[in-house]
């Protein structure tokens, strides 16, 4: 069974970092890309970036490019997702996630999420 | 970047009901589409892939269709589980974007 392992809700003051994992069991991370999607308090979902593993290669969207930066540990099989420059605007929850929809085996497979909350 | 309008951005209907979501992309997505079902404090689940087919051990009263700009997302003889947002994405280009959402409630 597939099961990406999201690490616990943050508190975080404006200006400061949080980095936030996403252990993934059962499904080689160097196989798929890792995706980070957000959802403001209420409000839909916001795809943040993807990370290759096997590589290290990132696509952001564009509001994110200095916001977010995507690593991958693939002898862990963990992915990672750091915030920087906290505002109260990035108070959200952060969901990683996997899928592949194109032939074969489709999948789609999401973490529990994690919550970030930026407050002084 | 690929916009994706989603509507109604609310719907309310009856048990039994036939319910439409609709999604229209800015430019041609190709199929490349997916539905989502989400719960409150739950993780978005996969309803369809590629506009119109249905993932694995989802009701086949869901279905997808569309091509080119313009997709849609219908559930037929509505259950109480089916309340839910449900969201649209492309992954035909990136940035991957998703619809506003849909909040379906029962009548």
């Known amino acids: 069974e597939v099961q990406l392992q999201q690490s616990g809700a943050e508190l975080g003051k404006p200006g400061t970092s949080v980095k936030l994992s996403c252990k993934v069991s059962?499904?080689?991370?160097?196989?798929?890309?890792m995706h980070w999607v957000n959802q403001r308090p209420g409000k839909g979902l916001e795809w943040i970036g993807r990370?290759?593993?096997?590589?290290?290669?990132?696509i952001y969207a564009e509001k994110f490019k200095s916001k977010a930066t995507l690593t991958a540990d693939t002898s862990s099989n963990t992915a990672y997702m750091q915030l920087s420059q906290l505002k109260s605007d990035d108070t959200a929850i952060y969901f990683c996630?996997?899928?592949?929809?194109?032939?074969?085996?489709?999948?789609?497979?999401w973490g529990q999420g994690t919550l970030v909350t930026v407050s002084s | 970047d690929i916009q994706m309008t989603q509507s109604p951005a609310s719907l309310s209907a009856s048990l039994g009901e036939t319910v439409t979501i609709e999604c229209r992309a800015s430019?041609?997505?190709?199929?490349?589409l997916a539905w989502y079902q989400q719960k409150p404090g739950k993780s978005p689940q996969l309803l369809i892939y590629n506009a119109n087919s249905l993932h694995t051990g989802v009701p086949s009263r869901f279905s997808g269709s569309g091509s080119g700009t313009q997709y849609s997302l219908k559930i037929n003889s509505l259950q109480s589980e089916d309340v839910a947002s449900y969201f649209c994405q492309q992954y035909y280009n990136y940035p991957n974007t998703f619809g506003a959402g849909t909040k379906l409630e029962l009548k």
């Open positions: 430019e041609d997505i190709y199929n490349g």
């Open positions: 059962g499904y080689n991370i160097r196989n798929t890309y």
């Open positions: 990370i290759d593993p096997a590589n290290g290669n990132t």
């Open positions: 996630a996997m899928w592949y929809y194109y032939s074969g085996d489709r999948f789609a497979y």
